[in-house]
C-alpha cells in the first residue's frame, strides 16, 4: 500500500485543519488505519486508528474530543479532522496501515506508513 498524506499548514491555536491520506496500490478495506504524530526530538506517538469498516476507533487521550478519525472505503482515503488545535500538537503528522485486528496503539504493528504532513500550530 503507498499511503499520500496530505493537508497539514500553519493554523492558530484553536483553529481546525483536515488531514486527508490517500492510500493506492493494494485492497484499502483490508488495513486498519492509523494516524501518529512525531515532533522534533521526541518519538513517534499513536494519535488515533479505525478499524477496516470504520465501525471502531480509537484516539490518545491528548487528543480526545479535539480528533476525529473517520475513513471512506470508496475514497480509499483516511481522514483525520482536528479542531481545538493546541501548540502541543505541531508535528509531522503519519499516516499508517495496519493488518487488521493487532493493537493498533503500537507503530510496530503497522505495516506501511505515509511521509508525513507537517502541522504547525502558532500560540
Known amino acids: 500500500v503507498q499511503l499520500q498524506a496530505s493537508g497539514g499548514g500553519l493554523v492558530q491555536a484553536g483553529g481546525s485543519l483536515r488531514l486527508s491520506c490517500a492510500a493506492s496500490?493494494?485492497?484499502?478495506?483490508?488495513?486498519?488505519m492509523g494516524w501518529f504524530r512525531q515532533a522534533p526530538g521526541k518519538e513517534r506517538e499513536f494519535v488515533a486508528a479505525i478499524s477496516w469498516n470504520g465501525v471502531a476507533t480509537s484516539s490518545a487521550d491528548s487528543v480526545k474530543g479535539r480528533f476525529t478519525i473517520s475513513r471512506d472505503n470508496a475514497k480509499n482515503t483516511v481522514y483525520l479532522q482536528m479542531s481545538s488545535l493546541k501548540p502541543e500538537d505541531t508535528a509531522v503528522y503519519y499516516c499508517a496501515a495496519a493488518r487488521r485486528g493487532g493493537i493498533l496503539t503500537l507503530v510496530g504493528n503497522y505495516v506501511y506508513w505515509g511521509q508525513g504532513t507537517q502541522v504547525t500550530v502558532s500560540s
Open positions: 496500490g493494494r485492497t484499502f478495506s483490508n488495513y486498519d
